[in-house]
């Protein structure tokens, strides 16, 4: 199973981004799916996770409002769109895949190499 992330990059305070996530290998389709953040010196922390089905979404306090998870069990891909970025939100973004359900205590079984979200003041 891998997991490709990309779309990240350097972005202005109050800017927007949009992170996708491309799996292969697997069957996308009975995952939960989520994305994950790591800052240096810093523990991985929960974002945002999506159930398999796509009717469920679960987010951290910090991104509540402002991130949106969603996905495409067509192009078997998952995706979170960043809005109103701020500094405390640069960080390395990982996405991850679980058979089961995801969520901060239920980490991925399968993680992707993550893409780097830098946010200026």
């Known amino acids: 199973v891998q997991l490709q992330a990309s779309g990240g990059g350097l972005v202005q305070a109050g800017d927007s981004l949009r992170l996708s996530c491309v799996t292969s290998?697997?069957?996308?389709?009975?995952?939960?799916m989520g994305w994950f953040r790591q800052a240096p010196g810093k523990e991985r922390q929960f974002v945002a996770s999506?159930?398999?089905?796509?009717?469920?979404?679960f987010y951290a306090d910090s991104v509540k409002g402002r991130f949106t998870i969603s996905r495409d069990n067509a192009k078997d891909t998952v995706a979170l769109q960043m809005n109103f970025l701020k500094p405390d939100d640069t960080a390395r973004y990982y996405c991850?895949?679980?058979?089961?359900?995801?969520?901060?205590?239920?980490?991925?079984?399968?993680w992707g190499q993550g893409t780097q979200v830098t946010v200026s003041s």
């Open positions: 999506i159930t398999y089905t796509g009717l469920r979404t």
């Open positions: 290998g697997g069957t996308f389709i009975n995952w939960d």
């Open positions: 991850g895949a679980k058979s089961a359900r995801l969520g901060p205590e239920a980490k991925p079984d399968y």
